[in-house]
């Protein structure tokens, strides 16, 4: 009976270890999404603000408004 139980607490042991394993590449595989996320963003953001403040479209703009 205690090599049974011991048996089953070492399966038990792995299962948690093997699980800490996943969770930690899964959250190395957050970080790394997130990162490319914020620079998709950071790059979104400049190019708009480069278009948008573009002499060239504001002249046109304010032809456009009168």
Same mark, same amino acid.
């Given at each position: 009976?205690?090599?049974?139980? =011991? &048996?089953?607490?070492?399966?038990? %042991?792995?299962?948690?270890? #093997?699980?800490?394993?996943?969770?930690? *590449? *899964?959250?190395?595989q *957050?970080v790394? *999404?997130n990162t &490319? /996320? #914020? +620079? %998709?963003?950071? =790059? !979104?953001? !400049? !190019? /708009? /603000? %480069? @278009?948008?403040?573009? =002499?060239? @479209?504001? +002249?046109?703009? /304010? +032809?456009?408004i009168?």
């Open positions: 009976m205690l090599d049974k139980a =011991s &048996q089953t607490i070492s399966n038990g %042991v792995k299962l948690a270890l #093997d699980t800490g394993n996943a969770l930690k *590449i *899964i959250e190395e *957050i790394l *999404i &490319q /996320r #914020d +620079a %998709v963003t950071a =790059s !979104s953001c !400049s !190019s /708009r /603000r %480069v @278009f948008w403040s573009g =002499s060239s @479209f504001n +002249a046109k703009l /304010r +032809a456009a009168g």
